[in-house]
């Protein structure tokens, strides 16, 4: 899994921030993939932890610090998303899957009087832990003492916390068995908050003890002296007062523990001295208690009398057998913290609803929408539907909703179809929908083609009939009500289209092409393609082979590659030339066009070609296709992925991925076979050509699908997390 941790100090510094760095290093141990976004890390960087440090700020007023502290998590996440990754705060952050209550809600400030509790300090310190238990899809305490409280001031929350995680232990010095003398002894404090923690009792219990034991030290560790020096004004001996002490050293000199603490989320000092087979005594006010048995010790209701604490201290120091070491590793709580984050991952899953009519069959777009749904998918957090009127299946984890094809009148098909999908998404409560088609609402609309209106007026040069029509108006109501929407084009040309078409365009745009499998284009063995393929069709192993690949010839401008092909050949009549060429169109036409000028012999047609694709293209040298119009051009990404140069016009929306000179060259007029001849004779050279072919595979490499797919997640993580802040900021 991957988990993101944040906490303001990262490391082993104080109780919360030694929780934070121990669980993280044992989740990495685990496999998990883990980030860990700080304020400062206040220790060496663990090995295989990203940790990313947002500086330091002021800390006064405290409740402006954690608010200036949050808001810089929420501004690096935005500038950095991270699609699949858990969040877990330690925080007052508004950014999060899990959070972790280390201390005693704030809540508690209710059952203080009125004019303590009229102050901006408490309502924003009430307002970032509402927002805290509301955005957590699960609570963890720390302890039951903490899970008590949550429930009891936030009863509307209940239901998402968890069991407590507490606090592990790493065993330092343990304390060797021994008989206490009957008239001495060490009792251990250690704190830093000596007042909450119950120094002023401790003092009290021990000075009772002395009058029995007049041997008997108390060891005061953790406060400064001078803030605790009044509290011994009568003794004349038996105190120390260490300060603070990091590690676990003093435990081996130590003969009991106590820890009265009036409040106390949990107590690592508890555990800490458990683990070194010190005895303890703490009250019912700490969390820790929960794992005191009578084998290690004794808990002390804390409003019990002065008698009552000094007879637990004595039954401790005068025990004859040794305590049983407590053994909690950290990689226990890694272990809980796991099932917690499964818990939560399945309390993420997105329903996602995607929109075309034809899925996995033939075709540009219909393999763009197979591709990436099929990774996005592989995503434990998304729930993948499917609504087209047929598809072929590519995943067991996607689920596929028939929608049904009104045939008759035609021209009321694409109404029918944004209605159908409406209706059958209308029902099932989606997160997000993404269409590849024309419906009247989508959150993410993907751009195959130019607006439908223009498609008519410029490349089918026709009058609209009442099919284009219908088509047009579920395009614009769907323009009009994306204020809200992403639109993606998949080329600039796309993108330049709707700016002509629509003087505003709503919603954000941003163009994303379609990707290739590298891969499956590149990896065919290049000497056997081309011994194959060309020996198929009698083009030899030395012949220049430009390669054609498309459904419509026309369009794609097969009659000018044709008249460039003859002008090159007379250029270069050492040269053999020669062109294939795969798809559907009147061969016919093209083979009387290539006899009339003289090259008949030159040009070999392939037909289509469904399987097998890439080796024609590891077969070629060079790619050409001169389209008229061409919103994308699949097959020019798959050229470059098979590391070949490619010869386009400016008509094709792939020459986003073309560097002119490069690996390809862009010819600003589609049928201009006389710049097409010049290309092509340029690229007749031998090492300038496979420089090139290189730098067509390195381009294409940045397009493959799985790359794509992630980039497809920040669209999708940006849409619901946009609705999340949205359902913040209007509950009803």
């Given at each position: 899994?991957?988990?993101?941790?944040?906490?303001?100090?990262?490391?082993?510094?104080?109780g919360?921030?030694?929780?934070?760095?121990?669980?993280?290093?044992?989740?990495?141990?685990?496999?998990?993939?883990?980030?860990?976004?700080?304020?400062?890390?206040?220790?060496?960087?663990?090995?295989?932890?990203?940790?990313?440090?947002?500086?330091?700020?002021?800390?006064?007023?405290?409740?402006?610090?954690?608010?200036?502290?949050?808001?810089?998590?929420?501004?690096?996440?935005?500038?950095h998303?991270?699609?699949?990754?858990?969040?877990h705060?330690?925080?007052?952050?508004?950014?999060?899957?899990?959070?972790?209550?280390?201390?005693?809600?704030?809540?508690s400030?209710?059952?203080?009087?009125?004019?303590?509790?009229?102050?901006?300090?408490?309502?924003?310190?009430?307002?970032?832990?509402?927002?805290?238990?509301?955005?957590?899809?699960?609570?963890?305490?720390?302890?039951?003492?903490?899970?008590?409280?949550?429930?009891?001031?936030?009863?509307?929350?209940?239901?998402?916390?968890?069991?407590?995680?507490?606090?592990?232990?790493r065993?330092g010095?343990?304390?060797?068995?021994?008989?206490?003398?009957?008239?001495?002894?060490?009792?251990?404090?250690?704190?830093?908050?000596?007042?909450?923690?119950?120094?002023?009792?401790?003092?009290?219990?021990?000075?009772?003890?002395?009058?029995?034991?007049?041997?008997?030290?108390?060891w005061?560790?953790?406060?400064?002296?001078?803030?605790?020096?009044h509290?011994?004004?009568?003794?004349?001996?038996?105190?120390?007062?260490l300060?603070?002490?990091?590690?676990?050293?003093?435990?081996?000199?130590?003969?009991?523990?106590?820890?009265?603490?009036?409040?106390?989320?949990?107590?690592?000092?508890?555990?800490?001295?458990?683990?070194?087979?010190?005895?303890?005594?703490?009250?019912?006010?700490?969390?820790?208690?929960?794992?005191?048995n009578?084998?290690?010790?004794?808990?002390v209701?804390?409003?019990?009398?002065?008698?009552k604490?000094?007879?637990?201290?004595?039954?401790q120091?005068?025990?004859?057998?040794?305590?049983?070491?407590?053994?909690?590793?950290?990689?226990?709580?890694?272990?809980?913290?796991?099932?917690?984050?499964?818990?939560?991952?399945?309390?993420?899953h997105?329903?996602?609803?995607?929109?075309?009519?034809?899925?996995?069959?033939?075709?540009?777009g219909?393999?763009?929408?197979?591709?990436?749904?099929?990774?996005?998918?592989r995503?434990?957090?998304?729930?993948?539907?499917?609504?087209?009127?047929?598809?072929?299946?590519?995943?067991?984890?996607?689920?596929?909703?028939k929608?049904?094809?009104?045939?008759?009148?035609?021209?009321?098909?694409?109404?029918?179809?944004?209605?159908f999908?409406?209706?059958?998404?209308?029902?099932?409560n989606?997160?997000?929908?993404?269409?590849?088609?024309?419906?009247?609402k989508?959150?993410?609309?993907?751009?195959?083609?130019t607006?439908?209106?223009?498609?008519v007026?410029?490349?089918?040069?026709?009058?609209?009939?009442?099919?284009?029509?219908?088509?047009?108006?579920?395009?614009?109501?769907?323009?009009?009500?994306?204020?809200?929407?992403?639109?993606?084009?998949?080329?600039s040309?796309?993108?330049?289209?709707?700016?002509?078409?629509?003087?505003?365009?709503?919603?954000?745009?941003?163009?994303?092409?379609?990707?290739?499998?590298?891969?499956?284009?590149?990896?065919?063995?290049?000497?056997?393609?081309?011994?194959d393929?060309?020996?198929?069709?009698?083009?030899?192993?030395?012949?220049?082979?430009l390669?054609?690949?498309?459904?419509?010839?026309?369009?794609?401008?097969?009659?000018?590659?044709?008249?460039?092909?003859?002008?090159a050949?007379?250029?270069?009549?050492?040269?053999?030339?020669?062109l294939?060429?795969?798809?559907?169109?009147?061969?016919?036409?093209?083979?009387?066009?290539?006899?009339?000028?003289?090259?008949?012999?030159?040009?070999a047609?392939?037909?289509?070609q469904t399987?097998?694709?890439?080796?024609?293209?590891?077969?070629?040298?060079?790619?050409?296709?001169?389209s008229?119009?061409?919103?994308?051009?699949?097959?020019?990404?798959?050229?470059?992925?098979?590391?070949?140069?490619?010869?386009?016009?400016?008509?094709?929306?792939?020459?986003?991925?073309?560097?002119?000179?490069?690996?390809?060259?862009i010819?600003?007029?589609?049928?201009?076979?006389?710049?097409?001849?010049?290309?092509?004779?340029?690229?007749?050279?031998?090492?300038?050509?496979?420089?090139?072919?290189?730098?067509?595979?390195?381009?294409?490499?940045?397009?493959?699908?799985?790359?794509?797919?992630?980039?497809?997640?920040?669209?999708?993580?940006?849409?619901?997390?946009?609705?999340?802040?949205?359902?913040?900021?209007?509950?009803a």
């Amino acid at each position: 899994m991957k988990i993101i941790h944040i906490v303001r100090r990262y490391g082993p510094v104080g109780g919360m921030e030694r929780y934070v760095w121990e669980t993280t290093r044992e989740l990495a141990k685990l496999g998990h993939q883990i980030q860990v976004l700080c304020e400062h890390c206040v220790a060496e960087k663990p090995q295989g932890i990203t940790v990313h440090e947002l500086g330091t700020m002021v800390y006064r007023p405290r409740w402006l610090y954690y608010w200036r502290f949050g808001r810089r998590v929420e501004k690096w996440l935005r500038a950095h998303p991270q699609p699949g990754w858990l969040i877990h705060s330690h925080e007052r952050v508004g950014v999060h899957h899990v959070t972790t209550f280390h201390s005693p809600p704030f809540a508690s400030v209710r059952d203080k009087p009125w004019w303590e509790r009229a102050s901006l300090r408490v309502v924003m310190h009430l307002f970032m832990e509402r927002r805290e238990l509301r955005v957590a899809q699960r609570i963890v305490p720390n302890s039951g003492i903490i899970a008590r409280q949550l429930a009891h001031y936030y009863p509307e929350y209940a239901h998402k916390l968890t069991e407590p995680v507490m606090p592990g232990v790493r065993c330092g010095a343990e304390r060797t068995p021994r008989n206490v003398p009957r008239e001495g002894g060490v009792i251990g404090f250690v704190g830093r908050e000596w007042q909450r923690k119950g120094l002023p009792l401790a003092v009290e219990i021990a000075a009772q003890l002395r009058r029995e034991r007049p041997n008997l030290e108390l060891w005061v560790i953790g406060p400064d002296e001078q803030r605790v020096r009044h509290l011994f004004g009568d003794w004349q001996s038996g105190f120390r007062l260490l300060g603070w002490r990091s590690g676990f050293s003093h435990f081996s000199e130590v003969d009991v523990l106590l820890h009265p603490a009036k409040a106390e989320p949990y107590g690592m000092v508890i555990s800490e001295a458990m683990a070194a087979c010190v005895p303890v005594v703490v009250s019912d006010a700490c969390g820790a208690a929960a794992q005191v048995n009578a084998e290690a010790g004794e808990v002390v209701p804390l409003d019990e009398s002065l008698q009552k604490w000094v007879a637990a201290v004595t039954a401790q120091l005068d025990r004859t057998e040794a305590a049983p070491s407590f053994v909690r590793g950290w990689d226990v709580v890694a272990q809980e913290c796991t099932v917690i984050y499964r818990d939560a991952v399945e309390r993420t899953h997105r329903k996602i609803a995607v929109v075309v009519p034809k899925y996995g069959l033939v075709g540009g777009g219909e393999r763009f929408v197979s591709e990436i749904t099929g990774r996005l998918a592989r995503n434990e957090n998304f729930e993948m539907h499917v609504f087209a009127n047929r598809w072929i299946a590519n995943s067991d984890r996607i689920k596929f909703h028939k929608v049904p094809t009104v045939r008759f009148p035609r021209f009321l098909r694409p109404l029918f179809f944004a209605w159908f999908v409406k209706r059958a998404i209308g029902r099932m409560n989606f997160d997000l929908v993404h269409t590849h088609h024309w419906i009247f609402k989508a959150d993410i609309f993907s751009l195959h083609g130019t607006p439908h209106a223009c498609w008519v007026r410029e490349v089918r040069n026709r009058h609209p009939s009442l099919y284009d029509r219908a088509l047009s108006a579920v395009e614009r109501r769907a323009i009009k009500g994306g204020a809200s929407s992403w639109f993606l084009p998949v080329s600039s040309i796309t993108m330049d289209a709707f700016r002509r078409e629509y003087p505003v365009l709503p919603g954000r745009w941003q163009i994303v092409h379609p990707g290739v499998d590298v891969a499956h284009f590149l990896t065919p063995d290049h000497a056997v393609c081309r011994a194959d393929i060309r020996g198929r069709y009698g083009i030899g192993a030395s012949d220049l082979l430009l390669l054609f690949v498309g459904m419509n010839f026309e369009v794609k401008g097969l009659d000018t590659i044709i008249a460039a092909l003859a002008k090159a050949q007379t250029a270069q009549q050492e040269k053999n030339i020669r062109l294939l060429v795969v798809g559907r169109g009147d061969e016919g036409k093209y083979r009387k066009m290539a006899q009339s000028l003289g090259i008949s012999e030159a040009v070999a047609f392939a037909g289509t070609q469904t399987d097998g694709l890439e080796r024609y293209y590891r077969a070629a040298d060079i790619f050409i296709m001169l389209s008229k119009f061409d919103t994308f051009g699949m097959v020019v990404l798959e050229a470059m992925a098979a590391g070949l140069p490619a010869i386009v016009s400016t008509n094709v929306g792939a020459k986003d991925l073309v560097e002119e000179g490069a690996n390809g060259f862009i010819l600003s007029a589609p049928q201009d076979a006389d710049a097409a001849a010049e290309r092509i004779i340029q690229l007749s050279d031998t090492t300038r050509r496979e420089a090139m072919g290189i730098a067509a595979a390195q381009t294409a490499s940045a397009h493959d699908w799985e790359s794509l797919a992630e980039n497809m997640e920040y669209f999708y993580w940006d849409v619901l997390s946009r609705k999340l802040d949205a359902s913040r900021c209007n509950p009803a």
